[in-house]
């Protein structure tokens, strides 16, 4: 059974520029969540995706975009890339009722230079 | 005033030793709790949900006092491989986002 997969492991974009995240949930989870852990903080929720819609969205700006397919699969987009995007992204997926426990992938590290 | 706050340490205890955490939260209308384990540079793993019970599993026990809005994590007979960073998770009931403390770093010295 395949736990939550992020790709890519790495990404290193410059300032301006945009980039794809993608995330696979465990299977049997509709539920992805979005997201963002600086370094030396606990993880900021970006947003919630159930049924191809956003559910609920943390204080993120417009720049952060996001996706479901039928799959249940997801992508996180940012435009307009700022320094101060560099951090890990997690995606963590869940089923049903919103207080079940998540599980998260391994992330995906992105450097903006 | 954060949604969840935790003192971040770091605890450095030696292997044996019983450590605690506490985690406040601002919200009453939260409804689950848990702790979550993180590796350096890994993603936070589920260590255990906290009910309002309290409830135990091997050396670790989480308990949820409502009435002062914290939760609690206590390790009995650290291990080598309890150094972690232990992160609190509160779930507001209110809406879907789950909010993260900022984590409290545990290393447990031979």
């Known amino acids: 059974d395949a736990g939550v997969t992020q790709s890519p492991t790495h990404l290193i974009k410059t300032r301006g520029q945009q980039v794809t995240l993608r995330c696979s949930p465990k299977?049997?989870?509709?539920?992805v969540s979005w997201y963002q852990q600086a370094l030396g903080q606990g993880p900021q929720f970006i947003f919630q995706?159930?049924?191809?819609?956003?559910?609920q969205r943390g204080n993120f700006p417009d720049r952060f975009s996001g996706h479901q397919y039928p799959n249940y699969s997801s992508e996180l987009n940012v435009n307009a890339l700022l320094l101060g995007d560099s951090a890990l992204y997690l995606c963590?997926?869940?089923?049903?009722?919103?207080?079940?426990?998540?599980?998260f992938g391994p992330g995906t590290r992105l450097t903006v230079l | 005033r954060k949604e969840v706050e935790q003192d971040p340490g770091p605890f450095n205890v030696p292997e044996g030793a019983t450590v605690a955490f506490n985690c406040t939260y601002s919200n009453s209308a939260s409804q689950s709790f848990f702790w979550y384990r993180q590796d350096c540079r890994k993603e936070p793993k589920l260590l255990m949900s906290v009910y309002s019970s309290g409830n135990e599993d091997g050396r670790f026990t989480a308990q949820l006092n409502r009435a002062s809005q914290y939760i609690s994590l206590l390790i009995r007979d650290s291990k080598l491989s309890d150094s972690a960073t232990y992160l609190c998770v509160v779930n507001i009931g209110t809406g879907n986002q789950f909010y993260f403390g900022t984590g409290t770093s545990l290393t447990v010295i031979p």
């Open positions: 299977s049997g989870h509709d539920t």
């Open positions: 963590a997926s869940s089923f049903g009722s919103v207080y079940n426990e998540q599980f």
């Open positions: 995706y159930y049924e191809e819609e956003e559910r």
